[in-house]
């Protein structure tokens, strides 16, 4: 993730300059670990900031993972960057995937280390963002 401590990948920042500058589709196509989700993801909360701010609600983007591990996994990343970035603030994370109902009571709300996993919830009150 992009800090004051890290800078950019030469790949991340032309997505992010691309994503910025003409919004429409971009293929990114790198290693393992080299930093592809930063360069949707940071687009994508941008997006659904902006989208809050107008009025919108609802599920504004739709990510899917070719895994329930990876999806889970990348849940806790984001819940972790929208909990440390003060612009995300407010914004609302929920994960579907198969097998994971979850307890009564669990995943009701984001905390920094989860998102919203409780299926009630997210149909009552949808996130912002829905990964599966």
Known sequence: M????????????????FAARDGKSLLVATGTGSGKTECFLFPVLDHCVRARASGESGIKALVIYPMNALATDQARRIASLVAKVPAFAGLRVGLYVGGNAGKPGEGMVMTPTGVITDRDTMRKHPPDILLT
């Open 2 to 17: 992009p800090t004051a401590t890290r800078r950019l990948h030469l790949h991340q920042q032309r997505a992010l300059e």
